[in-house]
């Protein structure tokens, strides 16, 4: 059972280009997300999916694009890196959506920086 | 907005110590509080879960509690041991909001011999 697996694991990327962070799981989890980590502020939500099919924006969505064609993938599409978004990168899952089954089960992250 | 503060930002003492980790949170209408753990380079690891409804659940050597009134929850880690060196993090959840957490920015702690 890998869980929530990330790749890349680092990525270095110039201003201007595009790249995709891959997040699959196997758990079978309705819920996916992306967090972005950056020193002093603490994780913060950039996109959710609640299912296939389905997806919201979180805190801080601009300059990112995500989709969720099946339960088990969920990638987070950068189409115009800026070195604001040099950060690492987590992409979590759980069971279900609602409220009180929300344990999240973390991937290990991908660091990305930009140039 | 929900903010979630975490003070101290580090923290160091001996192997074997008791000691506590504080977590506050400026909007008292939440779902749930967890608890989590990173470690370097790593991604999180989740601890413990505090329902609305609840004061405090247990897991080994953790203990962690909720009062929503004060906007507060604490993790009390008994006998500390070098292993429990990370940072914890605490995450709040509220009403209405699916699984969408608001993170404190964590407590660096470490646990020296």
């Known amino acids: 059972n890998a869980g929530v697996t990330q790749t890349p694991k680092f990525q270095v990327l110039k201003t201007g280009q595009s790249m995709t962070l891959q997040c699959a799981q196997d758990m079978n989890h309705e819920y996916m997300s992306w967090y972005r980590q950056d020193p002093g502020m603490g994780l913060r939500l950039i996109h959710y999916s609640v299912g296939a099919g389905i997806t919201d924006q979180g805190e801080v969505p601009n300059g990112y694009n995500v989709s969720r064609s099946t339960t088990e993938d969920f990638p987070l599409r950068l189409l115009s890196a800026a070195p604001s978004q040099t950060s690492v990168y987590f992409c979590?899952?759980?069971?279900?959506?609602?409220?009180?089954?929300?344990?999240?089960?973390f991937g290990a992250g991908s660091r990305l920086t930009v140039l | 907005k929900q903010e979630v503060t975490q003070i101290p930002a580090a923290l160091s003492v001996p192997e074997g110590e008791n000691l506590v980790l504080n977590c506050s949170f400026t909007d008292s209408a939440i779902y749930n509080l967890q608890w989590f753990r990173q470690d370097p380079g790593k991604g999180l690891t989740s601890l413990l879960l505090?329902?609305?409804?609840?004061r405090e659940q247990t897991s080994g050597r953790l203990n962690a509690s909720l009062d929503k009134s004060s906007g507060r929850s604490t993790l009390y880690i008994a006998a500390s041991q070098p292993g429990d060196s990370a940072t914890y993090l605490c995450a709040a959840t509220n009403t209405g909001t699916a699984s969408k957490l608001t993170f404190g920015t964590g407590t660096r702690l470490q646990v020296t011999l």
């Open positions: 979590a899952s759980s069971r279900s959506s609602s409220s009180g089954a929300n344990v999240l089960t």
């Open positions: 505090i329902q609305s409804s609840q």
